[in-house]
RNA sequence: GCUCCCUUCGUCUAGAGGCCUAGGACGGAGCCCUCUCAAGGCUUAAACACCGGUUCGAAUCCGGUAGGGAGCGCCA
C-alpha cells in the first residue's frame, strides 16, 4: 500500500509557522515512503473563507518548495459527494434529523455548564420519528452509547475514549450543507489517505472521525498528531508574537532551506544532528521520532541557521535574494557578479537579507554622509597622511585585486610605520561612511577603483574643509 | 466543570533500566584570533517538575500529585 498523506488547511488566513510545519511532515512522511501529498483546501465555512487565504497558503508553501502531488482540492466543490454519503448515512440508521432549535441548544448547554458537566448534545432527536413542521432539521450522526473507542496514534501510542463521553455531532447544517468532522471523512475516505499528520488539537475530534468510519464500513488511515507549536514566550502563538505567515520570514530576510530545517527540527530530531538538507530530511524523517511536548520558536537559532545558509549557499543564487531585499529599499541592482561578490563578503557578517542589503547600501550608491562620530575620529588631519599615501598607491595599482590591494596596505603601513588599523579605518569611512564593512581589501575590490578613489578623495576634501 | 494530551539546561533536543559524573545545538559568560563589525577556535555556567512504588540498579517502567495545554459550535 502506497503511503498517502494531505495536509488541509482552512483558508482563513495565511500560512502560519505551524501549519508549515504540518504540510513539511506530511510532505517529507510522503517523500520517504515514495507516496503522495495531497494538498486540500477546507474551505467549507464560506463566511471566513476566501480566496486571498487560498493563495496565501498556495505561496507559502510554493516559497517552501513544497508541491503537492494532487490537488489543491476544494471541498465546496466537493458538496453533492458529502450530500450522497450523508444520504446514504441517513438510509443506514447512522444519522437522523434533529430540530433542535439554537437557543434550545445554547440552554441546553447552559443547564449542563451549571451542573459542572460537559456540554453536549443530549440526544434528544434521536428517536422523533415525526418532523416539526416549519423547521429544516439538521443531521446528526448517530454515535455509539457504549464501548470505547481508540486511536493507535503513531506519536502519542494509544489514546481511549469512552463512547458514552462522545455526543451526536451535526454532520449536516440545516441549509444542507456538511460541517467539518463529516467532510473530513469523506475526504480522507475518497482520497484514500493512509495516514493523517495534523495538529494535536484534533485528538478531539478523532475518535468521532473513527465512529464515522467505522459506520461507513470502512477502514481509517493512520494517525499522528502533532505537538502545538507556541511563541518565543512559551505561550499560544499569535500575531504579537511578530513573524506568523511564513512569507513574513521571506520579508524579514530567511531563507527558505533555513526555515525547513528550523521547522523540521522542532518536534523531531535525528540524534544530534542539526543541520539537515532536504535530501537528508526526507531519508531520516520517521514520526516514530517526532516529540509529544509543544515546542517554543526560538527566533536566534532560526537566525543561526538562516546565517548558516548565508554562508554555505551558492553566492550567485544568493544574490539573487540580496537583490530582491535591495529592491525593498529602493535600490534596483542587476549586476549578478556584483550581488555575489557582496553576499560573499557580507555572509559573515549578516544574519539576515534584510540585514545585509542594510549594511550593503554604500557598494550600489553613494552614500550621503558620514557618520559624525566616524569621521570625526577617523577622517581628520592625522589620519590624512595615510590616506594621501593610499590615493597614490591605489592610483598605481596595476590589477585592481584584493591581493593588490592588501599588498598596498602592507606597503603604506611598513612606510608610515603605523599599525594596519590607522589606515584600514579611515579608508572604510571613506568608502563606506560608517565604521563597519567587509575587510577592508575585499571592500575595495568590490567598489572598484574608480568609485574608491572618488570616495578617497571626497574624504581627503573633507579633511581639509571640514565645514563642507 | 468534564474529556483528552503534555512535563530533561532559558530554548530546541539526545536519552528505549546499568554506556549518565545526563550528551549536542541556539543563546549566555570567559579567553584566543583580529583593520571595523562579524565569523571562527577553545573553555565554561546551566536541566531529568514533585512524591511514592517496581528493581541489585530508574531520566528511562508503574501509580499519584502539581503545573501547563487542547477540546467541549448548525468553526475548522
Known sequence: MTVRTRFAPSPTGFLHIGGARTALYCWLYARHHHGQFILRVEDTDRERSTDEAVQAILDGMAWLDLKADEGPFYQ????????????????????YHCYCSKQELEQMRAEQMARKEKPRYDGRCRHRTEPVPGVQPVLRFRNPEQGQTIIHDLVHGDI????????????????????????????????????????????????????????????????????MILGPDGTKLSKRHGAVSVMQYREDGFLPEAVLNYLVRLGWSHGDQEIFSRDEMVALFDIADVNKSASAINPDKLLWLNQHYIKQ??????GTELRWHLERIGLKVDDANKLAAVVRAQAERAKTFKDMALASRFFFEEFAEYDAQAAAKNLNAETLPAL????????????????????????????????LGKVAQPLRVAVSGGTVSPPIDATLEILGRDTVLTRVARAIAHIEAPAA
Not at 390 to 419: D, F, P, Y
Request: contains cysteine; hydrophobic residues 35%.
Open 76 to 95: 465546496t466543490r466537493r458538496f453533492d459527494r458529502y450530500r450522497e454519503v450523508a444520504r446514504q448515512l441517513y438510509e443506514q440508521g447512522h444519522a
Open 160 to 227: 481511549v475514549f469512552e463512547n458514552s463521553e462522545l455526543d451526536d455531532l451535526i454532520i449536516a447544517r440545516s441549509d444542507g450543507t456538511p460541517t467539518y468532522n463529516f467532510t473530513v471523512v469523506v475526504d480522507d475516505m475518497d482520497m484514500r489517505i493512509t495516514h493523517v499528520i495534523r495538529g494535536d488539537d484534533h485528538i478531539n475530534n478523532t475518535p468521532r472521525q473513527l465512529n464515522i468510519f467505522k459506520a461507513l464500513g470502512v477502514t481509517p488511515p493512520e494517525y499522528a498528531h502533532l505537538p
Open 313 to 318: 549557499g551558492d553566492a550567485t543564487r544568493l
Open 388 to 419: 594621501r599615501d593610499m590615493q597614490s598607491r591605489l592610483t598605481a595599482l596595476e590589477n585592481w585585486s584584493a591581493e593588490q590591494i592588501h599588498a598596498a596596505l602592507e606597503a603604506c603601513v611598513t612606510a608610515l610605520g603605523i599599525k
